[in-house]
């Protein structure tokens, strides 16, 4: 199983920008297809950003041009930087660790965009 923990989310104005960050613990972290999904209240839990271990990444259609998703390895942390921010982005976003039948989630940093 792998841990992770979820950091920088926030308050945060119309048209600004905020990075998230997620530490992992284990040794199969560079392994893992990390990601990030997001679940605003009322809706289903939606996929942001995928990187895989060899750096493929994908992304939701709504995001693309907005967000970018990163991984150190050295650090076991994966990144999601967001820029441009809207209210339709506020949400608790997660963070995801697959591989095989491993499927793991943090638990959470909100995110609110709001003037």
């Known amino acids: 199983q792998v841990q992770l923990v979820e950091s920088g989310g926030g308050l945060v104005q119309p048209g600004g920008s905020l990075r998230l960050s997620c530490a992992a613990s284990?040794?199969?972290?560079?392994?893992?297809?990390m990601g990030w999904y997001r679940q605003a209240s009322g809706k289903q839990r939606e996929l942001v950003a995928t990187?895989?271990?060899?750096?493929?990444?994908k992304f939701a259609d709504s995001v693309k041009g907005r967000i970018t998703i990163s991984r150190d390895n050295s650090k076991n942390t994966v990144y999601l930087q967001m820029n441009s921010l809207s209210p339709e982005d506020t949400a608790v976003y997660y963070c995801?660790?697959?591989?095989?039948?491993?499927?793991?989630w943090g638990q959470g940093t909100q995110v609110t965009v709001s003037s």
């Open positions: 995801n660790a697959h591989l095989g039948v491993l499927d793991s």
């Open positions: 284990g040794s199969i972290f560079r392994l893992c297809t």
């Open positions: 990187m895989a271990p060899d750096g493929t990444t």
